[in-house]
């Protein structure tokens, strides 16, 4: 099994940025893929971005394309998201997500794609 925690939300202006990570313990080895998505209060969760473990190739939601990046460092089984310029519809609970079962995406955009979840990060952006 895998544990993921998320870390790094806050309460931050309009225009400001945030680094979140999060960090994957227990079998470790088996990811193929993590992601990142959010889900605003009274809205379904969507996908923002995910990373191939092993290949590093990205993708990011056309939505948040531009100001969102995704990361990872595989020396620290973590996976990172940095938020550029950010508006008051990114408030949201961030999930991170791990993939270790193999499909056919290397970066699913689905939470179909994903076996396990982390407990989520608030982040709120004040306008």
């Known amino acids: 099994q895998v544990q993921l925690v998320e870390s790094g939300g806050g309460l931050v202006q309009a225009g400001g940025s945030l680094r979140l990570s999060c960090a994957a313990s227990?079998?470790?080895?088996?990811?193929?893929?993590m992601g990142w998505f959010r889900q605003a209060p009274g809205k379904e969760r969507e996908f923002v971005a995910a990373?191939?473990?092993?290949?590093?190739?990205?993708y990011v939601a056309d939505s948040v394309k531009g100001r969102f990046t995704i990361s990872r460092d595989s020396n620290k089984n973590t996976v990172y998201l940095q938020i550029n310029s950010l508006k008051p519809e990114d408030t949201a609970v961030y999930y991170c997500?791990?993939?270790?079962?193999?499909?056919?995406?290397?970066?699913?955009?689905?939470?179909?794609?994903?076996?396990?979840w982390g407990q989520g990060t608030q982040v709120t952006v004040s306008s």
């Open positions: 997500a791990a993939g270790v079962v193999s499909r056919r995406t290397a970066v699913p955009t689905t939470g179909a794609g994903y076996d396990y």
């Open positions: 990373v191939n473990w092993s290949g590093g190739s990205t």
């Open positions: 227990g079998r470790t080895y088996s990811i193929y893929a």
